[in-house]
């Protein structure tokens, strides 16, 4: 059974940084193509940024330069590193996992089988 968790959303002002942590299990982060994505209020779900089982990563253009992904193999956890953030990043973040090893993965929610329950992220101006 895949499971993934999410943790460190929160309350932050504008400008300010948070990381998110997102525990796997039943899946090996090392092998599988990870994930993040966001859905603010009233928006469709939003591609932010992927893990490749290589290791190369890519990111949605509204967060580039300002998020980073990564990942503890000896954790079996990926995060997300979150600065320099504005209100517009409000949302609830959500971490996805391929279903297969060693497969690829991009933007699209049709890349990843597993998704946790997602974590709060709420920015003031």
């Known amino acids: 059974q895949v499971q993934l968790v999410e943790s460190g959303g929160g309350l932050v002002q504008a400008g300010g940084s948070l990381r998110l942590s997102c525990a796997a299990s039943?899946?090996?982060?090392?092998?599988?193509?990870m994930g993040w994505f966001r859905r603010a209020p009233g928006k469709e779900r939003e591609f932010v940024a992927a893990?490749?089982?290589?290791?190369?990563?890519h990111y949605g253009n509204c967060v580039k330069g300002r998020f980073s992904i990564s990942r503890d193999s000896a954790k079996n956890t990926v995060f997300l590193q979150l600065n320099s953030l504005t209100p517009e990043d409000t949302a609830v973040y959500f971490c996805a996992a391929a279903k297969n090893t060693y497969s690829s993965v991009s933007g699209n929610i049709y890349d990843f089988a597993y998704w946790g329950q997602g974590t709060q992220v709420t920015v003031s101006s």
């Open positions: 893990l490749q089982w290589t290791g190369s990563t």
């Open positions: 039943g899946r090996t982060v090392s092998n599988h193509g």
